[in-house]
């Protein structure tokens, strides 16, 4: 899922586009993207995009008349800049905004039809999507560590509750939590002042890093590769391979469609975590610590 780097990238380069142009025609695609029927979506036909925001991992274009469209991608949800009239594959096209400069496409892979787009008019209406997460970089110490304790819960679900904060998703908090040296199942209550000074630079660091990053391949275009596996990145989507730091191979967890990567060596001294699936499947068999696992292995 496109989180606070991928969005804030998208909105700066499409303020390029489309600050000031006028939405000369709405084409939907599918049948079950549009999630509001009041306002009309033909209502904003005509209007011009007078701003872009981000709330959470949604993009708001505001348009004249206090109009809002908001648009989710969710997990395979991307965008395309195209000339205008572009056309669009309908196996992956949601729908198409067509502007007086150009056509943006909205497209989602996959069979799990998960995007959304929402027409809202009205600041009142538009808090409604507003979860009350807490923006990181625009954040003290003192107010970060305040939300950080407000609720007792692991560092990872902390770091990706979006009534905590904002814009952190499954990929950035693994990457995040690396940084900081410390576990995804650490409670958040724990944390001792260096931890939690630690884990707000990590934050901080990681999502600016990022963010320059995706800047740096978007150039002058809207991003066009955006994915939750990159390369570049230190434990996610790297199980099994060489942690940067120390070189012991990366550990996850899996839970439900997601999974957590760590360094046991970096993050959990040594230790491996369990395994919802697999650690009772294997019991007694399965591995305490990365030594007794490199042993077997070997």
Same mark, same amino acid.
């Given at each position: 899922?496109?989180?606070?780097?991928?969005?804030?990238?998208?909105?700066?380069?499409? =303020?390029?586009?489309?600050?000031?142009?006028?939405?000369?025609?709405?084409?939907?695609?599918?049948?079950?993207?549009?999630?509001?029927?009041?306002?009309?979506?033909?209502?904003?036909?005509?209007?011009?995009?007078? #701003?872009?925001?981000?709330?959470?991992?949604?993009?708001?274009?505001?348009?004249? #008349?206090?109009?809002?469209?908001?648009?989710?991608?969710?997990? !395979?949800?991307?965008?395309?800049?195209?000339?205008?009239?572009?056309?669009?594959?309908?196996?992956?096209?949601?729908?198409?905004?067509?502007?007086?400069?150009?056509?943006?496409?909205?497209?989602?892979?996959?069979?799990?039809?998960?995007? !959304?787009?929402?027409?809202?008019?009205?600041?009142?209406?538009?808090?409604?999507?507003?979860?009350?997460?807490?923006?990181?970089?625009?954040? !003290?110490?003192?107010?970060?560590?305040?939300?950080?304790?407000?609720?007792?819960?692991?560092?990872?679900?902390?770091?990706?509750?979006? =009534?905590?904060?904002?814009?952190?998703?499954?990929?950035?908090?693994?990457?995040?939590?690396?940084?900081?040296?410390? !576990?995804?199942?650490?409670?958040?209550?724990?944390?001792?002042?260096?931890?939690?000074? =630690?884990?707000?630079?990590?934050?901080?660091?990681?999502?600016?890093?990022?963010?320059?990053?995706?800047?740096?391949?978007?150039?002058?275009?809207?991003?066009?590769?955006?994915?939750?596996?990159?390369?570049?990145?230190?434990?996610?989507?790297?199980?099994?391979?060489?942690?940067?730091?120390?070189?012991?191979?990366?550990?996850?967890?899996?839970?439900? #469609?997601?999974?957590?990567?760590?360094?046991?060596?970096?993050?959990?001294?040594?230790?491996?975590?369990?395994?919802?699936?697999?650690?009772?499947?294997?019991?007694?068999?399965?591995?305490?610590?990365?030594?007794?696992?490199?042993?077997?292995?070997?």
């Amino acid at each position: 899922m496109p989180e606070y780097p991928d969005i804030t990238v998208y909105i700066e380069r499409l =303020r390029d586009f489309i600050i000031q142009q006028r939405l000369e025609k709405i084409r939907l695609l599918s049948p079950f993207f549009l999630r509001t029927v009041v306002p009309a979506i033909d209502s904003i036909k005509g209007q011009k995009v007078e #701003d872009l925001k981000r709330i959470g991992k949604r993009i708001v274009f505001c348009f004249s #008349d206090d109009f809002y469209l908001v648009l989710h991608l969710m997990v !395979s949800g991307r965008l395309q800049w195209k000339e205008r009239g572009a056309a669009v594959n309908r196996k992956i096209g949601l729908a198409v905004l067509d502007f007086e400069n150009g056509a943006l496409l909205i497209t989602e892979a996959g069979t799990k039809k998960r995007a !959304s787009l929402h027409l809202v008019r009205g600041l009142e209406n538009l808090a409604e999507f507003d979860r009350g997460g807490l923006n990181i970089l625009n954040a !003290s110490l003192e107010k970060f560590s305040a939300r950080v304790m407000s609720e007792n819960h692991t560092l990872k679900r902390t770091l990706t509750d979006p =009534r905590l904060f904002d814009g952190i998703g499954n990929s950035y908090s693994d990457e995040i939590l690396h940084a900081a040296r410390l !576990s995804p199942v650490k409670l958040s209550r724990t944390l001792s002042d260096e931890e939690m000074a =630690r884990l707000y630079f990590a934050c901080r660091s990681q999502l600016e890093l990022w963010t320059n990053r995706l800047r740096k391949e978007a150039g002058d275009g809207l991003p066009k590769k955006v994915t939750a596996f990159r390369s570049d990145m230190a434990v996610h989507g790297k199980y099994n391979q060489p942690c940067p730091i120390c070189g012991t191979a990366v550990q996850r967890i899996r839970y439900a #469609d997601n999974e957590t990567n760590y360094c046991p060596r970096c993050q959990t001294h040594g230790k491996l975590l369990l395994d919802r699936s697999l650690s009772r499947l294997l019991k007694q068999d399965w591995p305490r610590t990365i030594e007794e696992l490199e042993n077997r292995t070997k």
